[in-house]
Structures are given as C-alpha cells and as structure tokens.
C-alpha cells in the first residue's frame, strides 16, 4: 500500500510587511487598528469590520485568530481619501 504523504499548506508570499519610505527617505511605522480607528474617526470594531469585508487591507503578524493586524500609514490615508471621496466616511474624519 502507497504511503500517504501528509498535506502541505503553502505559504503564501510577503505582501510587504517592511515600512514604506517617505518622500524623504525614513521610514512610516505600522499601525494598528487602535491607531486607524482614531485616524479615521471611528470605533474599532468598525475597521475590524472593513478589514472583514475586505475594504481595508492590513498586514496580518502572527498565526491563528491571536494574529496582530498593522497597517502601512500611507495606505491608510489613501484609502480613507477615497472613502471620503464616495461618501462613505464623513469629511470630518479626516
């Protein structure tokens, strides 16, 4: 009888977990979703929520559901730009 070979989950690639440089050269630290939720205006469960929905992408440090989520600052601001841009975030936010 074959041996069976036991299933291999593969990995999947770094999506850019460094820092992104500033049009100056230093580097932005990661956020947190405590951190985006107060940039953004709103409670954390609501970016735990889009990051969920998949409005929101983040960096996720760590295995299982204890996994930390961090985001890049740059993305963020990106993102929320645009989200004030369509509406579904209120110009006070930002």
Not at 65 to 72: D, T, Y
């Amino acid at each position: 009888m074959a041996k069976k070979h036991p299933v291999r989950h593969r990995r999947r690639p770094a999506t850019g977990s460094a820092p992104m440089p500033t049009p100056s050269g230093a580097l932005e630290p990661l956020l947190g979703l405590d951190d985006v939720a107060e940039l953004c205006g709103v409670a954390r469960r609501t970016v735990d929520r889009w990051v969920r929905e998949g409005r929101l992408r983040g960096i996720k440090l760590g295995q299982g559901k204890q996994g930390n989520i961090r985001f890049h600052a740059a993305y963020v601001r990106t993102v929320l730009e645009l989200m004030q841009r369509t509406g579904e975030l209120p110009p006070a936010a930002a």
